[in-house]
């Protein structure tokens, strides 16, 4: 555990991660310097040198997340880099307090997520966390009562097009560990809001039977603006925009890391799937497809795997369940 505790306190940013099923989440400290001065009284004048001191700040990583206890805590007294101190179960460390960081670590994950994944970088979102706090932007947010789906937020419809609600905060206030941070009528409205969303962007399992990524599906037609008519995964078959793709990002698989031509040798040479990251019903009439960014190459295999539902996993959500599926293997 201090090994792990160690390794995030040395990159100084907040991280939620996973290890073996426990929770781990890591708050860096911020180290905050003042000076005071020595003044006369009668003439004001300072008197000597100004003394500079610096406040005390904790960083502290915590592990376990049952219920509303943690379970072990490592803390660096001025985020110095000396052998952390180790708790055991209750200590100084306030769970609502650490409840309420960690939903500010899971709010800047989902924004770094939606910029990497979908290539949504909401901005104004990012300041306001920045500025406010993630709880304080959410509550606010959820104050204003959304009536139709007209009134979506630019993200909120960027994450439908994309088929990527898990990364809403909507969905993040809805999850258990987050619940007792909020009132009833701001659960209900993140509810409500789910609540309106098309049928095309909930995900939903697909048959290992009906799972074919590669293949043209000639007798589906769909409508790309008001001239051009377009048939499934047409994008990922276009030479221009794969070429653009795997000029840009290679030829190694996204998500396993694997490049053909290493282990194959010449006959996998510039061999490797194309996936489109947006799904078909998601996309406006007036969409142009951004070979950089919404294309992303991928082995056969984890293009199959990403398909495994509708709308499709993200890269982050599959490479997530391998390194869970190889941890598992591991202990077995």
Known sequence: MEHVATEL?????????????????????????????????????TIGEPGKYRARSISYCVFGYESADWKVSYSWNNGDDQPPTRQQEKGDIVVSDIRAKEFDAAMLIGYETAGREIGYWGNYFLRSVRQNGGLATAQRMLRKKMKSVSEQTKGFRALIEAGRLDLSLENLVLQARFRSLFTKEELSEAKRRLDMIPNYARRMPVAPDKNHPDDLQDEKEYVE????????????????????CLKRHGYRCAVCNINFQEVYGD??????????????????????????????????????????????????????????????????
């Open 9 to 45: 306190h040395a990159k100084r940013k907040p991280d939620l991660i996973e290890v073996f099923g426990w929770k781990v989440f890591y708050n860096p400290s911020k180290e905050h310097h003042y000076s005071t001065t020595r003044c006369d009284p009668f003439t004001g004048k």
């Open 225 to 244: 603006g008001a001239k051009k008519r377009i048939t499934v995964n047409a994008y990922e078959r276009d030479p221009k925009a794969r070429k653009a």
């Open 267 to 332: 006959i996998g040479k510039r061999f490797i799937h194309v996936h489109h990251k947006k799904p078909l019903a998601g996309r406006r009439k007036d969409y142009i497809v951004s070979p950089t960014i919404d294309l992303i190459p991928v082995c056969p295999n984890c293009h199959a795997m990403l398909h495994t539902s509708s709308p499709p996993l993200g890269i982050a959500e599959l490479k997530e369940k391998m390194r869970r599926g190889n941890e598992l293997k591991k202990k077995g």
